[in-house]
């Protein structure tokens, strides 16, 4: 999933510096869920629920950013340049609805989460879920930016 974040960013890094900042916040997301999926037992369980709390600081950040400006931006520029993009996003963007789902309940259910080692062991098995959605969230994206954004590189929209 890493290699895969690597991979994107090299693609796309200079696109725009939105995508740029976008994923940035991206790998700091990959970098804390694979230190949180490596921890071991007998960590003390407020540490953890602390690394959990960033974990959906960067999270949230980073589904937000998405949602209310990357996506806009993407539609916006398949509007201006009106060659199917639309209806592209349009049957993938449940895709991304699903795994923001996921990602806000996971963090909704950290918010309820006591920091002991039962509830710290309730969000490891939480994590999992979190990580497939997530790779799941990250190749749809990855294929908004190539169809709706690279597609376009170095066109200018008719007028």
């Known amino acids: 999933m890493l290699e895969n974040c690597r991979n994107a960013r090299e693609r796309w890094g200079g696109v725009s510096e939105l995508i740029d900042r976008w994923l940035k916040e991206r790998q700091e997301l990959l970098v804390l869920y694979c230190e949180l999926s490596g921890e071991s037992e007998g960590v003390e369980p407020e540490i953890l629920r602390h690394k959990l709390v960033r974990l959906c600081e960067v999270l949230v950040d980073y589904v937000s ?21 639309i209806e592209l996003a349009a049957k993938v963007y449940p895709r991304l609805e699903e795994t923001t789902e996921v990602a806000l309940n996971f963090n909704d259910k950290l918010d309820g989460c006591e920091a002991t080692d039962e509830g710290v062991k309730s969000m490891f098995d939480d994590l999992s879920k979190l990580g497939e959605a997530l790779e799941s969230r990250f190749e749809v994206e990855d294929f908004l930016i190539e169809h709706l954004h690279n597609v376009h590189a170095g066109k200018e929209a008719p007028v």
């Open 65 to 85: 950013a998405g949602h209310f400006e990357i996506y806009e931006q993407l539609i916006e520029e398949a509007k201006e340049f009106n060659d199917g993009g």
